[in-house]
């Protein structure tokens, strides 16, 4: 890597990291009292492909460690957002699904983000952040390949 192309991915990371830390803070104040940035993804994540998953998939598609996950569901069902059951195909393994409550609070949650999702894309240009997202996109694809176990 020479040194423009260095510079240049350095800079990227440092965009994207600090983009991370400052969505993560906006949207975390905003949420609903109790609610965690992490809930919210996971409600979110049931809400929209209205199926059961179990913990482990839950895990693997936040990339995160399944007692992370664990401890996640274990405070949304706590909450009464979720519900968890035994797999009745195998007993050792869950499935999670998001509860009519659930539902109810990430909608609230919705609404609490949205107008600040809403301002930064009338700041930003809608066409500005259109031609972004295949970026944002491909480069999401390419640290989920870095990112999965090995094939060998």
Do not use: C
Request: glycine share 4%; proline share 5%; no cysteine.
């Amino acid at each position: 890597m020479n040194e423009t192309t260095e510079a240049l991915a350095v800079t990227l990371f440092g965009e994207l990291f600090m983009a991370d830390q400052l969505a993560r803070n906006v949207l975390s104040r905003a949420l609903p009292k109790g609610m965690e940035l992490s809930h919210f993804s996971v409600l979110n994540h049931l809400a929209h492909i209205q199926e059961e998953r179990s913990p482990a998939q839950l895990a693997q598609a936040f990339h995160v460690t399944r007692g992370a996950m664990t401890n996640t569901l274990s405070k949304l069902e706590l909450a009464g957002y979720i519900h968890i059951r035994p797999d009745w195909d195998d007993a050792r393994r869950k499935q999670v699904h998001i509860s009519p409550s659930g539902v109810r609070a990430r909608d609230v949650a919705i609404d609490a983000v949205l107008p600040i999702i809403q301002e930064m894309l009338d700041d930003l240009g809608v066409d500005e952040v259109r031609s972004a997202l295949p970026i944002l996109r491909a480069l999401r694809r390419k640290l989920a390949e870095e990112g999965a176990p090995s094939k060998t």
